[in-house]
């Protein structure tokens, strides 16, 4: 059984940057396409990010791209977020995920079969 805990959440002011770590125990991360998924109090949950298998095809929502970097490292069962020129507007709970497909498409979510319980961040002055 696959377990997955989130971190390198905090508080941070607009512009500034924060890498999320999200770490599998209990059975590699490789095996697993990675997602990165967001949600805002009052919004419905929604895809950030994801990662092939071999890291070689990644995805991101248009309001991120050009800001945010997904990366693995299978040699350390971990895959990270790198988040830089943050907006108050990516304030949200970040809960990584792991499946056999990348996929960011928030339909698409339940094809992810293990959740990490998910990282504060929060952006403001």
């Known amino acids: 059984q696959l377990q997955l805990v989130e971190s390198g959440g905090g508080l941070v002011q607009p512009g500034g940057s924060l890498r999320l770590s999200c770490a599998a125990s209990?059975?590699?991360?490789?095996?697993?396409?990675v997602g990165w998924f967001r949600q805002a109090p009052g919004k419905e949950r929604e895809g950030v990010s994801c990662?092939?298998?071999?890291?070689?095809?990644?995805d991101y929502a248009e309001s991120v791209k050009g800001r945010f970097t997904i990366s693995r490292d299978n040699a350390k069962n971990v895959v990270y977020l790198q988040m830089n020129s943050l907006k108050p507007e990516d304030t949200a709970v970040y809960y990584c995920?792991?499946?056999?497909?990348?996929?960011?498409?928030?339909?698409?979510?339940?094809?992810?079969?293990?959740w990490g319980q998910g990282t504060q961040v929060t952006v403001s002055s």
């Open positions: 995920a792991a499946g056999w497909f990348c996929t960011i498409v928030a339909a698409q979510q339940r094809s992810y079969d293990y």
């Open positions: 209990e059975s590699r991360l490789d095996f697993y396409a």
């Open positions: 990662i092939t298998v071999s890291g070689a095809n990644t």
